[in-house]
């Protein structure tokens, strides 16, 4: 009759010892994954919305470049010897003006 009783209180603790690391795996699977990923989409947006005619870029391609017009959802850049390529903003990978330039 004691191990009745055992089982039954052991049966009742299990839910929530199942709960708990659940809980935990999602508060964990925030912090490392999505938190950063919304940070990262932001910076970029960030980033693009601040570029200007002018500007050195590197498309996620690695094409190098220098924005020669800008549209709402496009670029315009100018490779070496005179080539133009238009591309989507979302395809900037990184400023090179601003990363060439040294930090105050």
């Not at 089982?7 to 508060?27: D, E, F, S, Y």
């Amino acid at each position: 009759m004691t191990t009745s009783v055992v089982i039954l209180q052991a049966g009742g603790n299990g839910m929530l010892g199942t709960l708990v690391p659940m809980v935990l795996i999602m508060v964990v699977f925030y912090f490392f994954m999505i938190r950063p990923q919304v940070k990262k989409a932001k910076d970029h947006k960030k980033l693009v919305s601040e570029l200007q005619k002018g500007d050195k870029i590197v498309t996620t391609a690695g094409i190098h470049g220098k924005i020669v017009d800008l549209n709402e959802t496009t670029f315009l850049i100018e490779v070496e010897s005179g080539t133009k390529i238009r591309f989507d903003k979302t395809a900037i990978s990184l400023d090179a003006t601003k990363a060439t330039l040294p930090k105050a």
